[in-house]
């Protein structure tokens, strides 16, 4: 539900817990404790005449990761229902409006003719969340920051940073607060010195999968001992395996799950 199509911000927090899997029970919970605030008070404040105050406001921006000019919108809507004059409020709204025409352009904004820097490439490669939420995005069930920041087990304000960068970069698009893949793609070379750093992160990522593989996984290790030439067979097929996997996988549409390969082979 895009906040910048409500004028009160307690119809919009309702509505999203309502959003929530189970109508957010517990949600209220949560909250109080980000807020250090009683669990009944928090209830009386969105059910009642009872208002938050600014810097409990911004807890709850940061609470749900909110980008910068979300959370400026929603910090405007407690302040008018808090005005007490009517210039206050007249003042309050047209802030509202002027924040509201700039998500629109925001929004629509999408890099389309440029490459990551290095230093974007540093940033993406530096753990794995950012490929795999691009990727989740291709999914329409993670297409939110509430189903990504679960489904990937981080916090809404981490998921909120890892997805403004990947809008920023065009890796992802937005629309109608929906993310999906953007037009852009990224790719290491062989020699790149962020090669390591990516294969890490996926084969620590994998170890961490082993306790809980599912029948649908696979997990082999199988230490060798073998003639040269045949090592050099092995690693044609093992090559020639990867590129029958990649064709399959460009042409497997819609998407509907995220998993990764990781092949190991090398001398001991």
Request: glycine share 4%; hydrophobic share 40%; proline share 3%.
């Amino acid at each position: 539900m895009p906040i910048f199509q409500h004028s009160d911000y307690k119809a919009y927090v309702l509505e999203r817990i309502e959003a929530m899997p189970k109508s957010g029970r517990g949600e209220f919970q949560k909250i109080s404790q980000t807020l250090s605030m009683h669990s009944t008070r928090v209830s009386h404040i969105f059910r009642g005449d009872m208002h938050l105050t600014i810097e409990q406001a911004a807890g709850l921006c940061r609470y749900w990761g909110m980008a910068q000019v979300e959370a400026e919108y929603f910090l405007v809507l407690v302040q008018l229902a808090r005005a007490g004059t009517e210039d206050t409020r007249k003042i309050l709204k047209g802030q509202a409006q002027a924040i509201r025409a700039r998500s629109k352009e925001l929004v629509t904004r999408v890099p389309q003719d440029r490459v990551l820097t290095e230093s974007e490439k540093g940033i993406f490669y530096s753990s794995w969340q950012y490929s795999a939420t691009r990727l989740l995005t291709s999914i329409d069930e993670f297409q939110t920051l509430e189903s990504l920041a679960t489904r990937l087990e981080v916090t809404r304000e981490r998921m909120r940073e890892i997805l403004d960068f990947l809008v920023e970069t065009g890796l992802c698009v937005v629309k109608n607060e929906r993310y999906q893949m953007g037009p852009k793609t990224t790719h290491l070379e062989s020699n790149s010195p962020l090669i390591a750093r990516h294969h890490a992160n996926w084969r620590l990522k994998a170890l961490s999968r082993h306790e809980k593989l599912s029948v649908r996984e696979l997990a082999y290790t199988c230490p060798v001992s073998l003639n040269k030439k045949d090592q050099e067979a092995l690693r044609e097929l093992l090559v020639q395996t990867v590129q029958s996997f990649l064709k399959t996988v460009t042409a497997s549409e819609p998407s509907d799950m995220v998993a990764c390969l990781t092949i190991d082979w090398f001398e001991v």
